[in-house]
């Protein structure tokens, strides 16, 4: 039985819940309420949890006081969407609660984990119910009860893993969406996979993995001659099923031409990895599938005589400069700037054109995190910096940023693309920033975004029958439909859109959708709203097909 942990052991124990958060990636992402291809809960925790995970790695641990103060700076630091702002939280609260200790004992980290589920609720603020927030507090409640019976660290954290299941099966019953989708809360689930992972740790039956990427022995790339790389280049591709080819013939055709093969054949992509000579054939075979969401090319040459004379080089005298390192704020040269999320060159290119300082590029399935965040408010040339999230995801992760920099930071509150580039639109130099904080947020109001993506999955929810593939089409946030082609969606949009009366309907067409296509189906909205002016603007945005402001 162990009665407490020093500064080693919480470190292993978060590194096993990392592993967890690793392993479970996909399964908690798939807890959406939607099937659509943006559930990304599990990979902001993940990618959260693991801006501690290699700080942790980096430097041995010493006492728990370092070891939670370091794991909690850079879970701050790389906070990504809510779930991973409220376990940034949660691991804030657990820090202060172990402040000033070599050792913690069960009780004194069970009250810690209460002060951690008291920081995530303080700052959230709007806490729900049925979420991570729940399942971390009554988790918490349950460490606190059974210190207070036994000393055994075991028993205090089983006992919070306990609370945590029965909290994460209530969630479905709690929150009214997941009631509707019958699918538990998936923030809720990544943190009892992480109990479990620490509990495992204690009892012996979990290990730490090695660090991503580290070799267990340095290898000598000087011994192996450019002649013995046989394939060029490392080709990697998802593409999204557009038909029902058979596989096999893309298997086979790969294994002529290359080594190395990794084929994963799933209900609505295939995921490839392949050596070759030939990338372009490689990608003209895989377009005859579907249309390509990922391409990464290397040459594998260039990388072996880059790694060579890297290892024959004198080592550098100098730290490697930190990849998470903030830069200073810099002068202000004007009174107010303005930073915006989001995903696609043409989005970028018309924030550009309204006026925004800095861009950081992010939306659905890619949240960036505080730091990134932060550092392009730091790079403003401004006194005070709005900020327009553009995703209801990053708010939270925006809203991080107004502490940890000299400049007055101010949050737009914008859930949607749509929403921010209506509240660009009002930018004027000659206004106060009181006075544009006002106008902004008024913005927000008078603008109604709808979302069309396809759908990942078969799917029943709030009485459609939704089936893969299928254009799914949201209004504010909320299902409208999922229709089999465009004929079908303009249709479905055709009352949703008209019982607002608009006076602006503003198509955006994505990164997967063709300049004509997009005239079609613009055009076919337009005349079903004689009364709306309609434009057609490309985005380049990944995941929707459209995304269309009604104003």
């Known amino acids: 039985m162990r009665e ?71 879970l701050l630091r790389g906070a990504r969407g809510n779930s991973g702002v409220i376990l940034s939280l949660l691991f804030r609260g657990l820090s202060k609660g172990l402040k000033g200790l070599e050792t913690a004992t069960a009780e004194e980290y069970a009250k810690a984990m209460t002060a951690g589920v008291e920081a995530a609720y303080k700052a959230v603020m709007k806490p729900a119910e049925g979420t991570i927030l729940t399942v971390s507090r009554l988790a918490a409640d349950g460490a606190v009860a059974k210190a207070k019976q036994s000393s055994s660290f075991e028993e205090m954290i089983a006992a919070a893993l306990e609370g945590a299941k029965a909290s994460l099966a209530e969630t479905v019953e709690l929150n009214p969406v997941l009631k509707k989708a019958g699918v538990v809360d998936a923030g809720g689930y990544g943190y009892v996979l992480m109990l479990e992972a620490m509990l495992g740790w204690l009892e012996g039956r979990v290990t730490v993995s090695q660090a991503p990427g580290a070799a267990k022995a340095k290898a000598d790339f000087a011994a192996i001659a450019d002649e013995d790389i046989k394939y060029t280049y490392c080709t990697e591709f998802i593409v999204r099923k557009a038909n029902k080819k058979s596989v096999d013939l893309l298997r086979a055709y790969l294994g002529n031409i290359g080594d190395s093969i990794v084929l994963v054949d799933e209900d609505d992509i295939i995921k490839v990895h392949v050596h070759t000579n030939v990338p372009g054939k490689v990608l003209t075979q895989a377009l005859s599938y579907g249309a390509l969401i990922t391409v990464k090319i290397e040459n594998m040459r260039e990388q072996h005589t880059s790694l060579e004379e890297k290892q024959a080089a004198p080592a550098p005298e100098a730290e490697p400069e930190d990849p998470h390192a903030i830069p200073d704020p810099v002068p ?11 995903a696609g060159d043409g989005l970028e290119e018309l924030f550009r054109q309204l006026g925004a300082d800095g861009i950081v590029s992010g939306g659905q399935t890619m949240n960036p995190a505080t730091e990134d965040i932060l550092r392009a408010v730091n790079l403003t040339p401004a006194e005070t910096v709005f900020v327009f999230p553009n995703n209801k995801n990053i708010i939270m992760a925006a809203e991080q940023c107004v502490p940890m920099t000299t400049k007055k930071v101010i949050v737009i509150p914008s859930r949607t693309v749509c929403q921010g580039i209506s509240a660009m639109m009002r930018l004027s130099p000659d206004m106060s920033a009181q ?22 999955r078969d799917s029943q929810f709030d009485g459609y029958d939704i089936h893969a593939g299928e254009y799914l089409t949201l209004m504010d946030g909320k299902l409208v439909g999922s229709f089999a082609d465009t004929g079908a969606l303009v249709s479905g949009l055709d009352p949703a859109i008209a019982d607002l009366s608009p006076e602006f309907v503003t198509v955006y067409y994505g990164q997967d959708v063709t300049e004509a296509d997009a005239e079609r189906f613009s055009s076919s909205l337009a005349d079903k709203l004689p009364d709306a002016e309609t434009s057609l603007i490309r985005g380049g945005q990944p995941v929707y097909y459209y995304m269309i402001s009604v104003e």
């Open 332 to 342: 202000a040269e004007k009174a107010v700037g303005t930073v915006c999320v989001c």
């Open 435 to 456: 006075d544009l904080e006002a106008d902004f947020n008024d913005a927000l109001g008078t603008v109604h975004t709808i979302q069309i993506t396809y759908a990942a």
């Open 4 to 74: 407490f942990i020093d500064g080693a052991a919480l470190r292993d124990m978060i590194l096993c819940a990392y592993d967890a958060l690793e392993a479970n990636e996909q399964a908690i992402n798939e807890l959406n309420v939607f099937p659509v291809p943006d559930g990304d809960t599990g990979a902001n925790m993940r990618l959260t949890l693991g801006s501690a995970a290699t700080d942790l790695r980096q430097k041995p641990a010493t006492t728990v006081t370092d070891t939670a103060a370091r794991a909690a700076s850079a």
